[in-house]
């Protein structure tokens, strides 16, 4: 099971605390306002922690150490993108979203690396596959004999530049579009994986395990 850190005890912050309490994954929720933690069950398990969601010092009492994933979904577009850049780039967290009421500014955020969910196309399931490797495998789309699944691939950094031929070539997979900028594309046979890109691939359900560790590792250094 992995720990969780989760920025903001509003409805979705809640409702996302909720689900990995559930999953029996580690949770712990912070807020400014301690009045919030009123929101959570009686029987959530997780840490409740009052403070700024991007202050070292609170980030490290609900253990951004440890954590295999981090979600900003407070109510401060930059409190948000300010305490996942902290995340990511202090705490090295390889899992980071934030939550983004505009959706212009979603965009430029992207282009820095950073995922974001815009508050128009919001809801706690989204932030849940960005965060779970299982939920984003097989959150998709599922084509009816049930043997093939549509899924967001998740690539170590060391894949950067690789070519997208490479990519499904290592990992037996069909890249279907790619998600750039906050835009679908069409990739051509020269597409390359850039920073900031989300990968959609066509897999098979019975390889899914083998394909995330694949590639959630640097690629195999080609022989001279």
């Not at 301690?34 to 403070?51: K, N, S």
């Not at 150490?65 to 090295?92: C, K, M, P, Q």
């Amino acid at each position: 099971m992995a720990h969780y850190v989760i920025m903001g005890c509003g409805r979705v912050g809640v409702s996302l605390a909720h689900t990995l309490d559930n999953a029996g994954h580690s949770v712990a929720i912070i807020d400014q306002d301690e009045r919030a933690f009123r929101r959570l069950r009686q029987t959530f398990t997780g840490r409740r922690v009052t403070g700024v969601g991007f202050d070292r010092d609170t980030l490290k009492a609900a253990g951004i150490e440890e954590a295999y994933a981090f979600a900003a979904v407070s109510s401060g577009d930059n409190s948000n993108i300010l305490a996942t850049r902290v995340a990511r780039e202090t705490f090295h967290v390889g899992h980071v979203v934030a939550r983004i009421y505009d959706p212009g500014r979603a965009e430029i955020y992207q282009r820095l690396g950073i995922p974001t969910v815009a508050a128009v196309r919001w809801s706690a399931d989204q932030v849940l596959r960005r965060i779970l490797p299982e939920q984003s495998i097989n959150g998709d789309f599922r084509e009816s004999s049930g043997r093939l699944i549509l899924g967001e691939l998740s690539l170590h950094e060391g894949w950067l530049g690789r070519s997208l031929g490479s990519i499904e070539t290592a990992a037996g997979v069909r890249i279907a579009y790619v998600t750039r900028f906050g835009e679908g594309i069409i990739p051509r046979p020269d597409s390359s994986y850039q920073e900031g890109d989300v990968l959609h691939a066509m897999m098979s359900v019975d390889r899914t395990a083998e394909i995330s560790k694949i590639l959630s590792k640097e690629p195999v250094k080609e022989s001279l």
